[in-house]
């Protein structure tokens, strides 16, 4: 894994809350609650695959 | 290797500081990442610490079983520590208490057979 | 490093045309109704001017949708007959009232109901009114097209960004 994930992961985080803040105030509050439930899905798909890695790498070092 | 660590760890406070006044969720998600990037940068050092284990190991003879419950012990504490803090940012203090508890019957069940030796080598010597 | 840069921008492009086409139904009833607004000034000018009847006004009314109306109205029709049997073509896809919203069908039913159904100046009251109530909607329409132009090209820019950090 390396730093650029975080970052971008930071940088759809961003998008995400503008993306909804401008649906919010174009007063469509349904579609920014879908919004914000879809770039959190996003996002935790690709975290998922990291803490995967993440937890395979620590059994292997500490043998658990 | 600290720098690195230190530098991504304030931007990303930055960030999240930022994004947590709107959306707290996103927030812990870069956070979550930003924590399993940290450790996996570090991942050179924690192994390296590891193969002090060796040292150890030649200390206790070749008690496999003593040096293999020591690495575990570490194991446990890491991700416990990790999984824990993330509760604690995510706001579920009562998660992070269940974390914690759970590493603590992890640690313990590890212990266990040790214990029963310490127990039976106490009760022989005394009788 | 540069390819990536480049196709990065083009996601972004590519989401930008993508909002501003989703925002074009709001600019082409803006247009539709600018085009009416005309239309419904030549018919005034034929009808209350130059005396013209109603469907010979239709016709000449320069408008694909007052031309259905006047071609509805062979066989003796009134054009609010007329508009009955035209409206629900119109406003199906490809229909010159494609874009038109309820509102703006609601102004055009009162129009054609009493076209060609009383003197000269009760027909010219009556554009008059209808011209009043079109160039209203026409105004709310522009500022609608407007802010959904700006909000999907946005929202398209953002989701090419998006797009961009996800696959890129």
């Known amino acids: 894994m390396d730093v650029d994930f975080v970052f971008r992961i930071a940088g759809i985080g961003v998008i995400v809350t503008v993306i909804a803040q401008l649906l919010t105030r174009a007063g469509r509050d349904d579609i920014a609650m879908l919004a914000t439930l879809s770039g959190l899905l996003i996002v935790l798909l690709m975290v998922v695959n990291q803490i995967s890695d993440f937890f395979t790498s620590v059994r292997s070092l500490f043998s658990l | 290797m600290i720098l690195k660590v230190a530098a991504l760890c304030v931007a990303v406070a930055m960030i999240c500081s930022a994004l947590r006044l709107q959306r707290p969720e996103m927030a812990t998600a870069v956070s979550l990442a930003a924590g399993l990037a940290a450790l996996t940068l570090l991942y050179g050092e924690i192994s390296r610490a590891t193969r002090w284990v060796d040292a150890f190991r030649e200390l206790t003879r070749g008690d496999e079983d003593l040096s293999t419950a020591v690495l575990k012990a570490a194991g446990i504490a890491v991700v416990a520590e990790l999984g824990g803090q993330l509760c604690t940012d995510a706001g579920e203090m009562a998660l992070a208490g269940r974390v914690a508890l759970a590493s603590r019957v992890a640690m313990l069940s590890l212990c266990a057979p040790m214990l029963a030796e310490l127990s039976q080598l106490l009760r022989s010597a005394l009788s | 490093m540069e390819i990536r840069i480049v196709l990065a921008l083009c996601v972004v ?156």
């Open chain 3, 13 to 168: 492009l590519c989401g930008a045309l993508c909002g501003k086409s989703l925002s074009d139904s709001a600019r082409r009833r803006a247009e539709t109704l600018g085009s009416i607004i005309e239309a419904v000034r030549r018919l005034r000018v034929r009808m209350t001017g130059m005396f013209e009847p109603v469907q010979s006004a239709l016709q000449h009314a320069d408008s694909p949708l007052f031309i259905a109306v006047a071609d509805g109205m062979k066989g003796g029709r009134s054009a609010g007959e007329a508009w009955e049997i035209v409206r629900d073509k119109a406003g199906r896809r490809g229909g010159p009232a494609e874009y038109l919203l309820k509102e703006d069908r609601q102004a055009l039913t009162e129009l054609f109901t009493d076209l060609g159904q009383s003197g000269r100046e009760e027909q010219d009251l009556l554009l008059g009114g209808v011209l009043q109530a079109l160039e209203a909607l026409h105004t709310t329409a522009l500022a609608k097209a407007g802010e959904a132009n700006r909000l999907y090209m946005t929202l398209g820019l953002l989701i090419g960004l998006m797009l961009a950090l996800i696959v890129i």
